[in-house]
């Protein structure tokens, strides 16, 4: 299950990170992403009605991956799984977390940016992390600078924090970043406010800027 969560992530390489308040505003958005080419989404457990969001998105828009993000507990954990989340995201790492996510049957990406953090948690089964928060922590030079002495261990970054549309290009080249976490598609007072086509516009200029990288990459092959 796990691999295969990874893998739609890794074919989408963005992940909006979002911030829900009200439920169909969560259903609403969800569509828009999917309209837009990019079926999947991050809900942050940073509002009341995070959890219900998740799960009216799981029920109401099934091709949609939504995962349920800063989880910071094992109750986190277990409360997105049971609101259907496909996959979960901590903004860093725990044994006790790790555990909750396997128990749970979770697909998780714990939060690492220094080296005994990406030790501690490629000790628990992880290879899939999240490098948060991103920009503040190096950005893409520190990203990459990772590469090389964890090569033999086939760890992959999700990049989030701080990240914006003119930086895309510098984390989409590095072999060790398998997706780009951010906030700029869907931000909390677009959402609020039923700006849908901002978001739709927002999310297909992602779309667009993969595709051109992936087709410049193929190109240059």
């Keep these: 299950m796990s ?8 074919a989408a390489r963005i992940v909006p990170v979002v911030e829900i308040t009200e439920i169909a505003c969560g259903v609403e958005l969800a569509r828009t992403l999917l309209a837009a080419g990019l079926p999947v989404m991050e809900v942050t457990l940073r509002t009341p009605a995070a959890l219900d969001a998740i799960r009216a998105i799981s029920a109401e828009v099934p091709d949609v991956l939504v995962g349920a993000g800063t989880l910071l507990s094992a109750d986190h954990v277990a409360d997105a799984a049971r609101a259907g989340a496909h996959f979960g995201v901590a903004p860093g790492f ?6 909750a996510a396997a128990d749970a049957e979770l697909p998780f990406l714990p939060g690492a940016v220094s080296a005994s953090e990406i030790l501690a948690a490629v000790e628990c089964g992880h290879r899939r992390l999240k490098f948060f928060p991103a920009e503040q922590s190096g950005g893409a030079a520190a990203v990459g600078a990772l590469g090389a002495p964890f090569a033999g261990l086939d760890i992959q970054f999700m990049p989030t924090g701080g990240i914006r549309p003119a930086g895309l290009g510098a984390y989409l080249a590095l072999e060790n970043v398998f997706a780009i976490g951010g906030t700029w598609i869907a931000p909390r007072a677009a ?6 086509e901002l978001i739709g516009d927002a ?3 992602a ?10 990459t193929s190109d240059a092959a």
């Design 3 to 10: 691999e295969t969560v990874f893998a739609r992530l890794s």
């Design 203 to 205: 999310a297909r200029a």
């Design 191 to 196: 959402i609020g406010e039923g700006r849908f």
């Design 94 to 99: 725990t044994p006790e977390l790790s555990a």
């Design 207 to 216: 779309v667009a800027t993969v595709a051109a990288f992936n087709a410049a």
